[in-house]
């Protein structure tokens, strides 16, 4: 069930918040050992916030929506008392004395937060697979990654689990396990989602935000988390708005550009074939589809990979001397990002202003964008390379066409968009201007539908 079925299905009395958390954790616990979706689970508290919310219901008392409702959070999200360990060793017995801003948000409408998800170790991957806290699985087929690094929330949203879990988004970090896992993610613009109480990985290309298993889903919770949030340097003063698409959203006269360049080369025939697919949906709803140019994404990606290198190693420097307990590959690419010289830094962010500028003049031609969100379906667990016209790194190709997105600050949303010969979901990325999460989102809503079924 979707967020809004169990809001419904709650007000109606089908069943109480305690039946449906109890439900839940048992899930949870069933399928937990194998998938090694969440790192902690809160069964104790989520229970008691159960039985508060069915309280507050019969008397009349309604937060909304997510009143009641089963959710989680990726597990770089500070909650107050409950361990936040960022997937890494180094943090596993942080208790922090605050909550994020994101989980008061969630806690003040309501939700009953059931645990913390797994994650690629301090969020610096792709794969999930946590040396210290376990491999995530992908539901689909167990032998293969979820992508990440907010696997443990695509995991654990596509397997029925919970149908609401928050993740972050560094360079394709909620999209890459939304189109692994067959899931709705929405990365927001950056500043409308506050980022207080959560822990970084990089001072200006972070993200927070939902993955849920159907667009309204997603619109839904963005009405609960934008909004300015003093406590948060980057945070945006851009009125919110809601973000709620109709039943019936109409995306006639919208502009939907298709990139000529980049964004369809080394793509896998099943997933570029499914995405223009879904473009002459659009078409014949009235959207108006064209072929557009874009920037040189390949340099974007570059000026991304700089300046994420550069301050995930500032922003983790002092625990550096503690070698031992860092898995291999966030230990290299921290050692790499020392390395890299001060000026490349500062270059790097010059070419971003200027890359951003011109892909701003893209919104002059069309109002969104339609990708693939991945080249290529989930790889297998301890895979390290794709045969993509030629071989190409497994991280560097999940992230290809979803990290330049961060750089430039702009709102983007993953949905699925069918399955491939294997059965496995492919994902399509809706790209939009600065603050246009309303747009993406409503021409979301009117073309997902297609993803086929769930994962049992």
């Known amino acids: 069930m979707n967020v809004q079925d169990i809001a419904r299905a709650l007000r ?29 689970v809160m069964e104790e508290s989520a229970m008691a916030r159960a039985g508060q919310a069915d309280a507050e219901l019969g008397r009349g ?57 797994n994650m ?27 992508g990440g690094s907010s696997g443990g929330s695509g995991s ?34 950056y500043g409308l989602v506050s980022r207080f109480g959560s822990m970084p990985l990089s001072f200006t290309l972070d993200h927070m935000g939902p993955m849920t298993r159907t667009v309204r889903d997603a619109a ?12 948060d340097p980057s945070s945006s003063r851009q009125p919110v ?48 589809v064209s072929s557009v140019q874009v920037p040189d994404i ?41 390395f890299l010289p001060a000026t490349d830094y500062v270059n790097a962010q010059r070419l971003r202003r200027i890359l951003r500028e011109e892909f701003l003049a893209v919104w002059k031609q069309v109002d969104c964008l339609l990708t693939p969100a991945t080249p290529c379906t989930a790889p297998k667990i301890g895979q390290s390379t794709l045969e993509m016209e030629g071989e190409e790194d497994v991280r560097l190709a999940s992230t290809r066409l979803v990290r330049a997105v961060n750089a430039m600050g702009f709102p983007a949303l993953s949905i699925p968009c069918g399955r491939d010969s294997k059965g496995l979901p492919m994902g ?3 790209i939009g201007p600065p603050f246009q999460e309303s747009l993406i989102l409503r021409v979301g809503a009117a073309l997902e539908g297609t993803t086929g079924s769930w994962p049992a």
């Open 12 to 40: 109606a009395r089908e069943f109480s918040s305690m039946e449906l958390t109890r439900e839940t954790l048992d899930r949870i616990k069933k399928l937990n050992h194998s998938l090694a979706a969440f790192i902690t």
């Open 61 to 117: 008392i309604d937060r909304g929506v997510f009143h009641g409702v089963p959710v989680a959070v990726k597990d770089l999200f500070f909650t107050r008392g409950v361990r936040t360990t960022g997937g890494s060793r180094i943090f596993a017995e942080q208790i922090p004395a605050h909550d994020a801003a994101v989980v008061e948000k969630l806690d003040a409408a309501g939700a009953v937060l059931v645990g913390k998800t």
């Open 120 to 146: 690629h170790e301090l969020a610096y991957g792709v794969t999930s697979g946590n040396p210290h806290y376990g491999t995530v699985r992908n539901p689909w087929d167990m032998n293969r990654i979820p």
């Open 156 to 189: 654990a949203v596509a397997a029925g689990l919970v149908p609401l879990a928050l993740g972050s988004d560094t360079g394709g970090s909620i999209r890459i396990p939304a189109s692994y896992c067959g899931v709705v993610g929405l990365k927001p613009t």
């Open 220 to 231: 839904l919770t963005l009405n609960l988390l934008a909004g300015f949030d003093p406590r």
């Open 241 to 288: 708005t809601d973000y709620l698409p109709s039943n019936n959203p109409s995306i006639a006269d919208v502009r939907i550009g298709l990139p000529e360049n980049f964004y369809f080369e080394r793509v896998e025939p099943e997933i570029a074939k499914a995405v223009k697919r879904v473009a002459e949906t659009a078409q014949t709803a009235g959207a108006r």
């Open 298 to 338: 390949k340099a974007i990606n570059t000026v991304a990979r700089v300046i994420l290198l550069a301050e995930a190693s500032a922003l983790l420097e002092s625990f550096l001397a503690r070698r031992t307990e860092f898995g291999s590959d966030v230990l290299g690419l921290l050692d790499q990002g020392r």
């Open 428 to 430: 399509l990325q809706i």
